[in-house]
């Protein structure tokens, strides 16, 4: 799987905040709901859902978020939260969002993009992100909005790109954990639940990549000092942990019913690691993984 550098205040009319010098021009910005919505990665729903119940997923994402003085949500460094905005048809024609969708939240950052290199999977990700990809904290905010598009069965759209609708087989799930286990290790602990596991390329004891073909790749890799370390881990990390993830990648199987249960199955298997080795789940976007 490709992977790329990533590395709840409720806006419902005008807003009356005291003035400050020099600060009228961005209160105007962030309070415009169609330039917030054109501007940014955006969460489209469907269906009644509470803004906070939106907000206490966003706080599993990252449990100490700030709010500043007019009661907008920081949950990521350069990112905040806005929503949610109710899009009738005008406000969705004016953003440039799809129909269908009743609710939006807005996850504001700057915005900053890096060209796709030339790789295996360089043309589909041009595709997707035909204005390029996202990096620093557009590239937070996006996880934010995807991750959540994920859990809530809803849709994600990065400016100047189609929306996404994630598909249940692009489900990763990472386990973090201390010293790798030797791939022999690996594969014994993982063997009841996930047979004829073999060992597919090696770069070292630390860095390699356990798979069956057609089911399941599991990437195991250093995790390095200039990655990005997701915010529901950082209560917990310190010069000694994390030091290594395993990444589980499933493949597409051939009708909905069999992802959906192959899904579950790596899932269990991923807990069942976390647990062996003292770990925490998360899923690709930094959301925990219920046990």
């Known amino acids: 799987m490709e992977r790329w550098s990533q590395s709840l205040s409720r806006v419902t009319g005008p807003l009356h905040v005291r003035t400050v010098p020099g600060l009228r021009r961005h209160e105007e910005r962030w309070a415009d709901p169609e330039r917030l919505l054109s501007d940014n990665p955006v969460l489209l729903l469907a269906g009644p859902r509470t803004a906070a119940s939106i907000e206490a997923l966003v706080r599993t994402w990252n449990p100490t978020p700030t709010r500043d003085e007019h009661g907008v949500l920081h949950v990521a460094d350069g990112v905040r939260w806005h929503g949610p905005f109710h899009l009738d048809p005008t406000l969705a024609a004016q953003a440039d969002l799809p129909g269908g969708w009743s609710t939006a939240y807005v996850a504001e950052a700057p915005r900053r993009r890096v060209r ?19 990096t620093g904290p557009e ?87 200039d990655e990005f370390l997701p915010y529901a881990l950082r209560s917990r990390s310190d010069d000694g942990w994390p030091h290594t993830v395993y990444r589980f990648s499933l493949v597409k199987q051939a009708t909905a019913a069999e992802t959906a249960s192959l899904i579950e199955r790596v899932r ?22 219920s046990t």
Not at 169 to 175: A, L
């Open 268 to 289: 269990n298997t991923a807990v069942l690691l976390a647990e062996v080795i003292g770990g925490v789940l998360l899923d690709e976007d930094g959301f925990p993984v």
């Open 139 to 225: 590239a937070l905010a996006w996880s934010l909005v995807t991750g959540l598009a994920r859990l809530l069965g809803g849709a994600a759209r990065l400016p100047g790109c189609p929306t996404y609708v994630a598909e249940p087989s692009e489900t990763v799930f990472c386990v973090y954990g201390h010293e790798a286990l030797p791939w022999q290790v690996l594969r014994s602990v993982l063997g009841l639940a996930i047979p004829d596991l073999g060992r597919n390329g090696a770069l070292a004891a630390n860095d390699y990549c356990l798979d069956r073909p057609g089911v399941l790749e599991i990437r195991v890799q250093p995790f390095g000092a």
């Open 116 to 134: 796709i290199p030339d790789g295996r999977n360089a043309e589909a990700l041009r595709r997707r992100y035909p204005r390029d990809i996202p």
